[in-house]
């Protein structure tokens, strides 16, 4: 018997148990509408913010920064509780290594950082940036004059160097899409 047919049946008999050992990784932890909940107990109303104009501000941005600024699934809402502007919540998508995972967060009305909020992640690595809350919370605080550089004042987590920068990327992109269309000015060094 040659060994060509005794290596195919053994590649064969192991399918079933690289099935069983090879567990899927796609997690959804909360949902945008669970996370709102979360992030403003005490807000009424959510108005979403234009698309329209979501693009004006990202044009804005872009001239101001003198870079091309993306924002790929963005979506904002203008956080209010009775007739008073409470604060932001915006969603949106981040690539980890190989693909998109879904975060949530909120802002103050002074597009000031309250809460970052991992919604779900699909990847076998990387999911540390929702496992490890004290990595998230070095965004609280943050606005859009903060670096929110990675190694810099956002420090990295081992294993999840891309979702660690690519969010943090994201977040920064953010914060001064936010004071661009608030009318107000940032540091861009």
């Not at 992030?39 to 004006?56: G, V, W």
């Not at 690539?95 to 802002?107: C, E, H, K, N």
Request: proline residues 3%; neutral net charge; glycine residues 4%.
């Amino acid at each position: 018997m040659s060994r060509r047919p005794l290596t195919a049946c053994f590649a064969w008999s192991l399918l079933p148990v690289a099935a069983i050992v090879m567990p899927a990784h796609a997690v959804t932890y909360m949902s945008a509408s669970e996370a709102r909940k979360l992030m403003f107990p005490d807000a009424d109303r959510f108005s979403s913010i234009p698309e329209a104009s979501l693009r004006q501000w990202q044009e804005k941005l872009a001239k101001i920064l003198d870079a091309d600024v993306r924002i790929r699934r963005l979506k904002l809402w203008e956080v209010r509780k009775g007739e008073q502007l409470i604060g932001y919540f915006a969603t949106d998508a981040a690539i980890g290594r190989d693909d998109y995972f879904d975060y949530a967060v909120s802002l103050d009305a002074d597009a000031v950082i309250r809460q970052v909020e991992i919604l779900n992640y699909k990847e076998a690595h990387g999911q540390e940036v929702h496992d490890h809350t004290p990595w998230r919370k070095q965004f609280t605080g943050k606005n859009a004059d903060s670096a929110l550089e990675l190694d810099t004042d956002i420090k990295n987590i081992s294993g999840a160097t891309l979702s660690c920068s690519h969010l943090t990327d994201n977040i920064r992109t953010l914060t001064r899409l936010l004071k661009t269309g608030q009318g107000g000015a940032f540091k861009t060094s």
